[in-house]
């Protein structure tokens, strides 16, 4: 019903509201949207998506079993295709802090299904009568098997979509880096002083293999995700469900998704604990933990350029100062800190949320499919920022590599073998103190031929690293 073209009245359980007349959301959403003026950050797309790609399999599954009249079904799952295709995606509307559970934004959901659903058959927007946004939209389920179930797609669509693509492109980058640094040597580093000499490629090959175990890590966690708890209904005892939806359902996602997702065992558990979420938000903590030391070596090794190490130099995407002309700072890799500090923080925020569970239910879900969800897309995208506005510009100042190898104290370390520990101390104490390079003083005190030095202070050689081996060599 309408009281004139600016608003429909719409009625709930609390009473009647004025909804306005071009919102496709109804009076729940309303009501959420006075009571949860929190953040202004509204539902990430992806959990959008989420929740749509199980609303369109319910309908789906629901009109099949009869549950639902076919045109209803086929209505609902039409207009699941259109805002999935981009239409009415201004129509999610409720704070990320809103009910406990997800109540709030679910009903958002439901209701713009289903007003939807009445245009695509010639009702007006609000006749819930003939749609229902509980009745029709949310047959046989509950926020507390849909929430559940859209955190797990939301994050599989984001790995999927964002961050695996992104560590790919950065690993392949990296490796590229490596083999073009492979012939440069440099001095090693270890508690930011001199150290053996090693690879510059062999730096770049280090990370790229870092991400590469990180990736594999997350491809484990995120099996959690495709399990399922949908067609758990209220409490995880599947009430007013038809008893082939669970399975069906499912199914159907699977298709959707062309993704190998599978009915959890257990459905009361699989509402009740948040570990899946906890154990994906872990591996995107660990990675960016990495991913802060990555950002921080690349920092260091570009500083200057006069009064650092400048061992590379870091493409300059804008200028770095307001008062310092010609001044260009890291800022990909500074971006990259902050991003991953954010990630680390979220998972903390997860870690508490999943524990403040209670009984048949944990009520802080918003908070986690937020913060999940948002993990992963951002640490997606600075991955790829990374690589495309830093990674693949790398280049090496090849003359300064080499002369902090050449004049690293650390060479001695290849001389203990050949003249002992104390002998080598003693060479690298008169160094320092005299300005003398090693091989001239261990000359001088005949600890070795220049035939030998030549072959022990070989730096290709030294910064070499040595194959595995797994059985002895016997050859003559």
């Known amino acids: 019903m309408t009281d004139n073209s600016d608003f429909r009245i719409e009625r709930d359980s609390m009473g009647d509201r004025q909804i306005p007349s071009n919102a496709y959301y109804g009076i729940q959403?309303?009501?959420?949207?006075?009571?949860?003026?929190?953040?202004?950050?509204?539902?990430?797309?992806t959990y959008v998506d989420a929740c749509l790609i199980i609303k369109k399999a319910t309908a789906i599954v629901n009109g099949e079993l009869g549950c639902i009249p076919e045109d209803i079904s086929g209505a609902i799952v039409k207009a699941t295709e259109e805002i999935l295709a981009g239409k009415l995606r201004d129509q999610f509307v409720v704070d990320v802090y809103q009910a406990g559970a997800g109540t709030s934004h679910h009903m958002n959901v439901n209701e713009v299904l289903a007003n939807r659903a009445l245009e695509i058959?010639?009702?007006?927007?609000?006749?819930?009568?003939?749609?229902?946004?509980?009745?029709?939209?949310?047959?046989?389920?509950?926020?507390?098997?849909?929430?559940?179930?859209?955190?797990?797609?939301?994050?599989?669509?984001?790995?999927?979509?964002?961050?695996?693509?992104?560590?790919?492109?950065?690993?392949?980058?990296?490796e590229e880096k490596a083999a073009e640094f492979q012939d440069i040597v440099k001095s090693g580093r270890t508690h930011l002083q001199d150290a053996v000499p090693v690879r510059l490629g062999d730096n770049f090959r280090a990370w790229a293999h870092i991400l590469t175990e990180h990736q594999n890590r997350i491809y484990t966690a995120s099996g959690d995700l495709m399990v399922l708890g949908l067609g758990g209904s209220a409490a995880g005892?599947?009430?007013?469900?038809?008893?082939?939806?669970?399975?069906?359902?499912?199914?159907?996602?699977?298709?959707?998704?062309?993704?190998?997702?599978?009915p959890a065992p257990h459905l009361m558990a699989a509402m009740q604990s948040?570990?899946?979420?906890?154990?994906?938000?872990?591996?995107?903590?660990?990675?960016?933990?990495?991913?802060?030391?990555?950002?921080?070596?690349?920092?260091?090794?570009?500083?200057?350029?006069?009064?650092?190490?400048?061992?590379?130099?870091?493409?300059?995407?804008?200028?770095?100062?307001?008062?310092?002309?010609?001044?260009?700072?890291?800022?990909?890799?500074?971006?990259?800190?902050m991003v991953c500090f954010q990630v680390m923080g979220y998972d903390n925020a997860i870690a508490f949320a999943a524990q403040a569970g209670q009984l048949e239910l944990n009520v802080m879900m918003p908070l986690i499919a937020y913060n999940l969800i948002h993990s992963i897309e951002i640490l997606g995208n600075t991955i790829n920022a990374l690589s495309d506005s830093c990674i693949q510009g790398?280049?090496?100042?090849?003359?300064?590599?080499?002369?902090?190898?050449?004049?690293s104290l650390a060479l001695v370390t290849a001389l203990n073998p050949h003249i002992g520990y104390l002998n080598a101390?003693?060479?690298?104490?008169?160094?320092?103190?005299?300005?003398?390079s090693l091989r001239q003083i261990v000359l001088?005190?005949?600890?070795?031929?220049?035939?030998?030095?030549?072959?022990?202070?070989?730096l290709e050689q030294m910064s070499e690293i040595s194959p595995l081996k797994t059985e002895t060599n016997t050859e003559d």
């Open 29 to 45: 959403t309303l009501r959420a949207i006075e009571n949860f003026p929190i953040s202004g950050i509204k539902p990430l797309p």
């Open 444 to 458: 001088e005190r005949g600890l070795m031929s220049e035939e030998e030095l030549a072959t022990v202070l070989n």
């Open 274 to 337: 948040m570990a899946p979420f906890v154990n994906v938000s872990g591996a995107l903590r660990n990675l960016a933990q990495d991913l802060v030391k990555v950002s921080h070596d690349l920092r260091l090794m570009d500083s200057g350029p006069k009064t650092g190490f400048k061992e590379i130099q870091l493409p300059p995407v804008q200028p770095g100062s307001s008062i310092m002309p010609g001044k260009y700072n890291p800022v990909m890799a500074e971006m990259t800190s």
């Open 394 to 407: 790398i280049t090496a100042n090849r003359e300064r590599c080499l002369a902090y190898a050449e004049g």
């Open 237 to 262: 005892t599947g009430m007013n469900t038809h008893p082939l939806y669970r399975a069906r359902v499912v199914e159907i996602l699977s298709e959707l998704l062309d993704t190998p997702l599978e």
């Open 425 to 436: 101390a003693a060479v690298a104490k008169e160094s320092l103190e005299t300005g003398k």
């Open 121 to 174: 058959l010639g009702e007006e927007k609000g006749n819930y009568k003939l749609v229902s946004p509980n009745d029709h939209v949310n047959y046989g389920q509950s926020t507390n098997d849909v929430i559940p179930t859209a955190i797990r797609i939301g994050g599989l669509l984001a790995l999927s979509h964002t961050l695996h693509p992104a560590l790919e492109k950065a690993i392949a980058s990296l």
